[in-house]
Every structure is written in structure tokens, then in C-alpha cells.
């Protein structure tokens, strides 16, 4: 670790194939949008030896070579990853986005990693929505570091945000989030800010000067021990309270001095463990400067104190069918079993999918089996086929430099795998598996769309199959009951990259339309109809009479039909033909064009004729008797209501309560979730909940969770109605 009395920065460069797991780290880093992730990476892969210079690699190709929300801002939308060799090992850093609308990056991220790096900047503090990414990885037991960005900024202050991230991550024990060092800081500059010029460990009382432009080691003056006393002094009894041995407590406190070497080993098994999460420092690399602050400090936490895949517990895994398969944790000769974590389109090599492989060894042109969960409802297919694996390759900015082999516990890029998609299975094809699929957010802004010429119709399909194939956080849906094709997507921006990547990469031009709930109508009171279908235009005729009676039904009933028929008024291979024609009838609508419901129809009488009645006709007479029933009625417009969920901070309770209560919401209860936080739980009609999901974060500031499910259909208040039977007389 970094804060070893031997600390050197080791030989780097480029990524290659690491050879055993032991020698691998896989991290990804967490932080809110504009923490400084992606620069925080290139300047990791600058000190690696990685680019010559920030942000470039050594072939001139940018470093983060990210796809864009808008080009003018340069928002990163992808999980991104690039491998470094630092001391003999090999390290995959994974960027994630720092914007809500592509948690699924994120999640990929955290299901590729063994550990997580919470970046957070100095100038911004804790969002809620980190807090909340922090407690999903303790949830799971990830181990997790905390590196402070930004102390060039004004105000910055390093202790201050040590005591918030205590506050914010530290839970009941906010002496298991301490620092391992203390910036250092040069002389004033004109407005009175001091710049950070080096690090002085906690544990070994070296100061670590980076200053010209590259870390340099030299013993602290007298006068800056004191300065550092209380805090090494704290970080001792934090690591202590951690150790395995149960008689240092004792010793430390008997007065007795506690050798380097097993503080840093007892803290180097408490941060794999997930018990102990130090707080670090760091700052780019200045212009011509070889490596920034802190980064040689992070480089050796991850391959000191991070764990190995070696100790993450082997994944759920079944057999297609479902019968349950014991695993061996990360074993390079075990059977193969590795995981699509995200899928891409390259314009030059097609489908290129990153793999993170849990077990055996991947290997190029090998045949492998792709096991896949489906998610029909978001638009996938089940996958159960084999493939032909590519080129496997490690990326880095733009290029992709090929690999030999991928073993249990590394990552790679493979070329090729045409069929299968985020979050599907590799294994051996003589011997199939599948992993337990990683908790994807439900997708709950719709974006509806249409092709906007006929040659944009033809591409259409494809370019949205491919589109939900590379994020499982988007769901397609073919509305049969409004004609509509709807995009459900996570918030406004991650519409604006569906539309992007949709004309940009597969060609295809959409036009955004307004987006149509299902709604549904229904008959107030009873009603009685006469339909008379009766016409000679030479030869056969068509002859058909028929009177209904229509009454409503409680809700869910559907459509029910009741021959009451005597006499043979109707004859009995005709009762179908009126059953098909009014039930027609009823999906079509009576009033503004969307399905009756909830209505019983009964056929009393009619009359035939023996030559000109047929089953046309009688179909015909239905749906007239129905129409002239629905005339001389009341018809209620019905709209789906659903159960809505709301997870939020105490804080936004009542904020929240009042916007659905504002939306003709009922809150039906609310209970405490733990943590700070409230369950409200409501019936809002769909109609009011289109855009819930942009609503709330802003309401919450990015806090609150929302989830949603139909309920039932309801009649919707008179004025509402009128204006939108209005809106179907114009159309």
C-alpha cells in the first residue's frame, strides 16, 4: 500500500493477459457527475506509464473514448474500462457514468468488479445518489475506498470532507472511514489559496512530495509530526479495532508500540474484507509532469488493499433448465463461465461485448455457449445457442490490442458474439450454465416513436433490436392498444442518447410523439339498442335484426355475452355472428375510440331471413345495436391507475406527498424504510405520471426511488373526459 515504508512505483504500462488471478484487480469507480472519475483514470494510467501524457495514450488515441449526450458538454454515458499494469499487476479500472439516467452502466460496473472506488469531490461533497450506490455495494459486502478529488478549489477542505464521508458512508461506526494521509500544502499564492504540493503517510511518517512533478520521498521536518499525531493516533485504534488479533487492542493500549508491518497488513485485510474504507487524496498530473497526487498512493491501495477475484465467493449459477451448479470460486482450470457486462457496436468490427470471466479460460475461435434470461418483457429474446467466440482483446481509448487468453477473474472485449447481449452466460457448449442476472432499474419514462419516412420504416426494427440488445435498462414496447411503439427509458437523458444512437449509429430517423395511456370505456347504467342491417342490391341480400340489452359490470369483469333469444327469433348459427360483430364492435369503442369494458350484452329477440340473412350480416346488426345502445347511454371514459411506491428521505416526505396529492394521487400509506428514509405508498392515475420519473429526481434531488404497477381502471372525472372525447371528435 501506498504509506509502506518501501513504496516505489514499480514497473507499468501497458496491460497484457495476466497469467493467474492473484494478479489481478478489478475496481470500478463511483461518483457523481463531475467528481473528476475520468480524469481521476487518465491520471492513473499516466503514473502507470500507460499515455506519455494526460489524457493520450502512446498511439496519439484519447485515453476515455466515450460516447456523448451532447457533443458542446462531452457528458460520459458508457461504462468505460482500461487496464494498466502496475508492480506485477494487472488492474481493470472501470469508469462508470456519474448520471442517474445510466445507473445500468453503473450496475454493470459494480457486477464486473471486486471493488469499488467512491470518488468525491472536494468542492461538491456527498450527493445523495452516491449514498445510495454505497449502500448497495455494503448490501453485497464490496469492499470500497473513498479518494477526495478537486483540493485544488477554492475552500477545499480535505478534513471536512474526511468528517462528511464519515458521516455519509461510516453508518454506526464512523471510525471505520479515516484517512491514510494528510495533504500537504505549499506556500500561498495572491488569493490566498494554498496549493497541495504532497502527502504525508499516517502510518509510516513519510512525506510523500510530488511537487516537481513526480513523487519523491523525504522525512517530515519536527515541525509536522504534531500536526499529525491526533489523526495517525485515530487511524491506529480504527485499524486495531479491525485486526484479527484480539491482544493488539490490549498492547497498543498498555502503551507498547505497534510495528508498520502489521498495521499495514491488518489494514490491508480490513479493507478486503469490506470492514475499513480509507480516505485518500488526489489531484491530476500538471502540464509535463509525469504523475499526479495521490495516484501512486491509490495505484498501491488497490493492489495491496483491494482484493484478489480469488476471494469473491463463486456467483449463483443453474443449468438452463434450472437445476443448481455448485462452482469453484475463480478457478482458471474449472469449466468455463464468464458474463456479458456490456455490449457495444463498433462501426468497423460490429458487435464488440466486454466479458468478465468467473471461471475456466476464455479463448479466441473457441465455440461457447450463450445462456441468456430473456427479459421479454424489455424486448430480448431467450438465448439458448451456441456461438464462435472473435478476437479477444483488452481496449484502451480507440484501439483494442489483442489478447491470447482471458482467465478466471480478468476482463476482455470480445469480437463477434452476434447473439448475445448484456447480461447473458458463457460457458463451455458441451456443458451450459447460467448465471443469476444482476438487478436491472425498471425503466419508467416513455418516449413514444415513429419512423419518420417510409425508408426509415424499413430500418426501424432493426436498429431498435440492436439498440435494446446493448442496454438491458431500456424496454421496447408495442403498444396493441394505443398503435404506439414506446421507448421506456431511465430519464430524459438517457431518450436523448436512445434517439442519438438511433440516427447517428443504425441510420434511422424517429419523430417523438405524445405518448398515449390505454384508456377504456365503459357504460354507466343499462341501455337497450336495435341493430337493423337490411339491404337488396340484386342477388342474395343481407337481412339481419337484432336487439341487445347492455348493462355494467364491476370492474375486471370484461365483456360478457347472454343469448336470451326465444323462439328461434335469431337462429342459432346466427347468435355467434352477433357475439363476433359486438364484441368487434366493443374493441373498437363506442365513444372516443378505445375498448368497452366491464359491460354484460344481452341478445333478446331479432329476426332473419331465410335466404338474405348470413353471417356478415348478423356480425353487421351486432356492432349497429351495440353503437345504438352506447348513444342513448352515459359512457364513462376509464383510465388505468396505478400503484405507485416511493422510497425517499424524511427530508421530502411531505414535498413528495403534496406533488402526488397535486397529480389526483391518494396516499394510502406510508411506513419508515430505516436509514432516514419513507415508504409512501399511493394510487395516482397513469395518465398523471408520465414524466414521474424526471419529476421526482428533481423534487428529491436526485434521492428518491420510484417504482409502479397497474392497479385496475377507473372512471376519470367528468372534465377530463369531455376534453379528451374532443380531442378524438378533432382527430
Not at 175 to 180: F, G, I, Q, R, T
Not at 436 to 464: F, N, T, V, Y
Not at 575 to 597: C, D, M, N
Request: hydrophobic share 40%; aromatic share 4%.
Amino acid at each position: 500500500m501506498g504509506d509502506k515504508a518501501n513504496a516505489h512505483p514499480g514497473a507499468a504500462g501497458r496491460a497484457t493477459a495476466a497469467d493467474h488471478p492473484a494478479s489481478v484487480r478489478n475496481v470500478v469507480l463511483v461518483g457523481h457527475s463531475g467528481s473528476g472519475k475520468t480524469t481521476l483514470v487518465e491520471a492513473l494510467a499516466l503514473t502507470a506509464g500507460a499515455v506519455n501524457r494526460a489524457g493520450r495514450v502512446e498511439d496519439g488515441g484519447t485515453v476515455s473514448d466515450y460516447d456523448e449526450i451532447e457533443h458542446r458538454q462531452q457528458r460520459s454515458v458508457q461504462l468505460s474500462l482500461v487496464p494498466v499494469d502496475w508492480d506485477g499487476y494487472k488492474i481493470n479500472i472501470l469508469d462508470t457514468p456519474g448520471y442517474a439516467d445510466f445507473v445500468g452502466e453503473l450496475r454493470a460496473g459494480l457486477r464486473a468488479a471486486d471493488a469499488a472506488l467512491f470518488v468525491v469531490s472536494a468542492s461538491d461533497g456527498v450527493d445523495g445518489s452516491t449514498r445510495m450506490v454505497w449502500e448497495e455495494c455494503a448490501a453485497v459486502g464490496m469492499p470500497r475506498a473513498i479518494v477526495v478529488t478537486h483540493l485544488e478549489a477554492a475552500r477545499a477542505d480535505f478534513d471536512e470532507m474526511t468528517r462528511i464521508c464519515a458521516e455519509a458512508f461510516g453508518g454506526d461506526d464512523p471510525d471505520a472511514v479515516l484517512p491514510l494521509y494528510l495533504p500537504l500544502h505549499g506556500e500561498e499564492g495572491p488569493d490566498g489559496h494554498a496549493p497541495v504540493t504532497g502527502l504525508i503517510g499516517l502510518l509510516s511518517q513519510q512525506l510523500f512530495d510530488y511537487s516537481s512533478g513526480e513523487r519523491k520521498e523525504a522525512e517530515p521536518g519536527p515541525e509536522q509530526l504534531p500536526l499529525i499525531e491526533e489523526a495517525r493516533n485515530r487511524l491506529i485504534e480504527g485499524i486495531i479495532a479491525e485486526s484479527e488479533d484480539e491482544t493488539l487492542m490490549d498492547r497498543y493500549l498498555g502503551g507498547a508500540e505497534i510495528d508498520l508491518k502489521t498495521l499495514v497488513e491488518d489494514l490491508e485485510r480490513a479493507v478486503a474484507r469490506g470492514t475499513f474504507f480509507p480516505v485518500l487524496a488526489a489531484a491530476p498530473a500538471a502540464e509535463g509532469a509525469r504523475q499526479g497526487l495521490g495516484t501512486v498512493e491509490l495505484l498501491e491501495l488497490i493492489t495491496g488493499g483491494f482484493p484478489t477475484p480469488l476471494e469473491r465467493a463463486a456467483p449463483t449459477v443453474t443449468t438452463p433448465d434450472g437445476a443448481a451448479r455448485e462452482m469453484r470460486a475463480c478457478d482458471p482450470d474449472g469449466p468455463l463461465l464468464a458474463e456479458v457486462v456490456k455490449t457495444a457496436s463498433d462501426p468497423y468490427v460490429g458487435r464488440v461485448s466486454l466479458v468478465r470471466v468467473f471461471s475456466g479460460t476464455l479463448r479466441p475461435d473457441a465455440t461457447v455457449h450463450v445462456s441468456g434470461h430473456g427479459l421479454t418483457d424489455r424486448g430480448h429474446e431467450d438465448h439458448d445457442v451456441d456461438e464462435r467466440v472473435g478476437a479477444l482483446s483488452a481496449p484502451f481509448g480507440k484501439q483494442q490490442r489483442a489478447l491470447t487468453h482471458c482467465i478466471a477473474g480478468d476482463l476482455a472485449c470480445v469480437a463477434k458474439l452476434n447473439r448475445a447481449e448484456t447480461g447473458d452466460t458463457l460457458s463451455a457448449k458441451d456443458d451450459p450454465l447460467l448465471m443469476e442476472p444482476w438487478q436491472m432499474p425498471d425503466p419508467l419514462l416513455p418516449l413514444a416513436i415513429q419512423a419518420h419516412s417510409k425508408a426509415d420504416e424499413d430500418k426501424l426494427s432493426q436498429g431498435l433490436g440492436r439498440l435494446v440488445a446493448e442496454d438491458p435498462t431500456m424496454r421496447l414496447e408495442q403498444n396493441q392498444n394505443t398503435h404506439q411503439v414506446v421507448l421506456w427509458c431511465l430519464g430524459e437523458a438517457h431518450a436523448d442518447v436512445a434517439l442519438e444512437r438511433l440516427r447517428n449509429r443504425y441510420g434511422v430517423q424517429v419523430d417523438v410523439i405524445p405518448y398515449k395511456v390505454s384508456l377504456r370505456e365503459t357504460f354507466a347504467g343499462r341501455s337497450a339498442g336495435r341493430g337493423r342491417h337490411v339491404k337488396q342490391s340484386g342477388g342474395h341480400g343481407q337481412f339481419a335484426i337484432c336487439e341487445i340489452e347492455v348493462e355494467p359490470l364491476p370492474n375486471g369483469s370484461g365483456i360478457e355475452f347472454v343469448d336470451k333469444v326465444v323462439g328461434g327469433a335469431v337462429p342459432r348459427q346466427f347468435i355467434p355472428s352477433v357475439e363476433k360483430g359486438v364484441r368487434a364492435q366493443a374493441a373498437k369503442g363506442v365513444a372516443a375510440g378505445h375498448p368497452l369494458i366491464d359491460v354484460r350484452i344481452t341478445l333478446l329477440d331479432g329476426k332473419a331471413h331465410s335466404v338474405d340473412s348470413s353471417d356478415a350480416a348478423f356480425q353487421t346488426a351486432g356492432a349497429l345495436a351495440l353503437r345504438e345502445a352506447a348513444a342513448d347511454a352515459r359512457i364513462h371514459l376509464l383510465e388505468p391507475v396505478a400503484e405507485v411506491t416511493v422510497l425517499v428521505g424524511d427530508d421530502y416526505v411531505g414535498a413528495v406527498m403534496s406533488d402526488l396529492s397535486g397529480r389526483r394521487g391518494r396516499v394510502v400509506g406510508t411506513e419508515q424504510a430505516g436509514g432516514g428514509r419513507t415508504l409512501v405508498r399511493a394510487e395516482v392515475p397513469e395518465i398523471e405520471i408520465g414524466r414521474y420519473a424526471v419529476d421526482l429526481r428533481s423534487l428529491s434531488h436526485g434521492t428518491a426511488r420510484f417504482s409502479r404497477t397497474y392497479a385496475r381502471h377507473e372512471p376519470m372525472p367528468p372534465q377530463i373526459a369531455e376534453r379528451i372525447r374532443e380531442q378524438a371528435q378533432e382527430a
